[in-house]
């Protein structure tokens, strides 16, 4: 895992530590993604996992209302 798939990781994981998802959490995961204007396979399985989470229920998308 290269240094920035791993910085990817490590944000997908605190964002998802209080088991919501903001807005922001995931433009900013988004940003880190496509920073180097590449996308790698594991940086493309790794949101793929999020969006998983969120589909099934596991995560929640948390509303503008809600603190992050």
Known sequence: MDSNTNRI???IERALADRRLSK???EDIKAAIYAD???????AKLYRELQELVFEGTIKIATDD???
Do not use: G, I, L
Not at 37 to 43: G, L, N, P, S
């Open 37 to 43: 204007r590449k996308v790698t396979e594991e940086e």
């Open 9 to 11: 990781k490590v944000m």
């Open 66 to 68: 809600e603190q992050e």
């Open 24 to 26: 922001q959490e995931d």
